[in-house]
Nanobody, 120 residues
Framework: VQLQASGGGLVQAGGSLRLSCAAS????????MGWYRQTSGTQRDLVAV???????TYADSVKSRFTISRDNTRNTVYLQMNSLKPDDTGVYYC???????????????WGQGTQVTVSS
């Protein structure tokens, strides 16, 4: 299973970006997909996640500014980021909790990361 992330870049404060992450390979089902942010070598912190039934969880710092969504037919998760702030800067990683075959264990997969830089 591979996760391919895209959509990062450089934007001024107040601007918007949309991240995408597509899962490919042998996939039976995807339990949860989400985005995590890493800055300066620190641990990856949860930004937003969405379950297979559409339930969402957001970090307090991004609530009302970011929206996570998914297209189950395309095994793709999106993160719409509005009103960006310099504190949003970091490498964004997508994560998927994936089952590769019926009865198989849940498997955690990570994308390669995409850089988001917000200038003041």
């Amino acid at each position: 299973v591979q996760l391919q992330a895209s959509g990062g870049g450089l934007v001024q404060a107040g601007g918007s970006l949309r991240l995408s992450c597509a899962a490919s390979g042998t996939i039976f089902s995807i339990n949860r997909m989400g985005w995590y942010r890493q800055t300066s070598g620190t641990q990856r912190d949860l930004v937003a996640v969405i379950t297979s039934d559409g339930s969402t969880t957001y970090a307090d710092s991004v609530k009302s500014r970011f929206t996570i969504s998914r297209d189950n037919t395309r095994n793709t998760v999106y993160l719409q980021m509005n009103s960006l702030k310099p504190d949003d800067t970091g490498v964004y990683y997508c994560q998927g909790l994936i089952i590769t075959a019926q009865g198989a264990a849940l498997r955690q997969s990570w994308g390669q990361g995409t850089q988001v830089t917000v200038s003041s």
